[in-house]
């Protein structure tokens, strides 16, 4: 019983190699994390506003649609195709947990310890990429997004100790109104939004289609239409019930309605998609 079960998760990737590796990338990202955490006590100052608390959000949900990724492909593709390592998901976990903690109380020092522990995990990746010259799409992805989100928070909530003092008023740029008159969201989404979502929605049907082996010029224009109204519909179902019950309970409608309707989009969008990807993949 034990062989059997020591096969089994050997064939998902999980062997002493794949687990001493992922134990030595933990350790060198908790190592770089130290190390930075110390200088950006040092040298920088950092805002607790709504961008950190965007930012702890949008980590999550890229971190735990990496995991997610991870779980299916070592599930669903055949057993001798590479996949993403089932291995590194204690440090996913792990990483998730401290930016939830950032979504909920965006603390100066918990604000530091989330940023630097991402660039931690991408100087190690870097580094583990260099040696073992392994890489994957999902990787790349994963480097672009919280590189972006790194550039994201520097920007609306981290300044230089030396550019705070210097700077012609005490008030950083990013300094919120306490104040600000909140503009109450409407039931529905303007035109701008509409347009963007049918035509995000049409590029990811043809996506869909070139992954599932069919040229974009051969794919019938209905079989496109048919996948993008079944995506919106997809997602105005799932809006429909928290923004419904949020409205009986306080009489008026969900704050930050188009950012909850663009959430669901993508979550829809990675559950159309992503059974075309495993697809592609079986067929390399």
Same mark, same amino acid.
């Given at each position: 019983?034990?062989?059997?079960?020591?096969?089994?998760?050997?064939?998902?990737?999980?062997?002493?190699?794949?687990?001493?590796?992922?134990?030595?990338?933990?350790?060198?990202?908790?190592?770089?994390?130290?190390?930075?955490?110390?200088?950006?006590?040092?040298?920088?100052?950092?805002?607790?506003?709504?961008?950190?608390?965007?930012?702890?959000?949008?980590?999550?949900?890229?971190?735990?649609?990496?995991?997610?990724?991870?779980?299916?492909?070592?599930?669903?593709?055949?057993?001798?195709?590479?996949?993403?390592?089932?291995?590194?998901?204690?440090?996913?976990?792990?990483?998730?947990?401290?930016?939830?903690?950032?979504?909920?109380?965006?603390?100066?020092?918990?604000?530091?310890?989330?940023?630097? !522990? /991402? %660039?931690?995990?991408?100087? =190690?990746? +870097?580094?583990?990429?260099?040696?073992?010259? $392994?890489?994957?799409? @999902? *990787?790349?992805?994963?480097?672009?997004?919280?590189?972006?989100?790194?550039?994201?928070?520097?920007?609306?909530?981290?300044?230089?100790?030396?550019?705070?003092?210097?700077?012609?008023?005490?008030?950083?740029?990013?300094?919120?109104?306490?104040?600000?008159?909140?503009?109450?969201?409407?039931?529905?989404?303007?035109?701008?939004?509409?347009?963007?979502?049918?035509?995000?929605?049409?590029?990811?049907?043809?996506?869909?289609?070139?992954?599932?082996?069919?040229?974009?010029?051969?794919?019938?224009?209905?079989?496109?239409?048919?996948? !993008? /109204? %079944?995506?919106?519909?997809? =997602?105005? +179902?799932?809006?429909?019930?928290?923004?419904? $019950?949020?409205?009986? @309970? *306080?009489?008026?409608?969900?704050?930050?309605?188009?950012?909850?309707?663009?959430?669901?989009?993508?979550?829809?969008?990675?559950?159309?998609?992503?059974?075309?990807?495993?697809?592609?993949?079986?067929?390399?």
């Amino acid at each position: 019983m034990q062989s059997v079960l020591t096969a089994l998760v050997s064939t998902r990737g999980l062997d002493l190699e794949s687990l001493g590796a992922a134990y030595l990338f933990l350790l060198g990202t908790i190592a770089f994390t130290i190390a930075g955490f110390a200088l950006s006590r040092a040298h920088l100052v950092i805002t607790p506003n709504r961008a950190a608390r965007h930012y702890g959000l949008y980590v999550v949900m890229v971190l735990a649609s990496l995991g997610i990724a991870s779980v299916l492909e070592n599930q669903l593709i055949p057993e001798q195709a590479t996949t993403l390592d089932y291995a590194l998901l204690p440090q996913l976990l792990l990483l998730i947990t401290i930016h939830l903690w950032i979504y909920y109380d965006q603390q100066p020092w918990l604000v530091a310890v989330g940023a630097v !522990s /991402i %660039a931690a995990s991408l100087l =190690t990746f +870097a580094i583990w990429v260099a040696i073992s010259q $392994t890489v994957q799409i @999902a *990787h790349w992805l994963l480097l672009i997004f919280l590189s972006g989100l790194l550039g994201y928070l520097w920007y609306h909530s981290i300044s230089t100790k030396r550019g705070f003092t210097k700077a012609r008023s005490i008030y950083i740029g990013s300094k919120e109104d306490a104040q600000e008159r909140k503009i109450p969201q409407r039931p529905w989404l303007g035109l701008p939004q509409w347009v963007a979502l049918i035509v995000s929605s049409g590029a990811l049907s043809m996506l869909n289609a070139a992954l599932a082996g069919n040229g974009i010029m051969s794919v019938p224009a209905l079989a496109i239409m048919i996948e !993008s /109204i %079944a995506m919106l519909a997809t =997602t105005a +179902a799932v809006c429909a019930v928290p923004a419904t $019950t949020y409205w009986l @309970a *306080h009489r008026h409608w969900m704050p930050e309605l188009t950012r909850f309707v663009w959430l669901v989009w993508l979550v829809v969008g990675f559950a159309f998609t992503y059974g075309n990807f495993l697809q592609s993949l079986d067929r390399i």
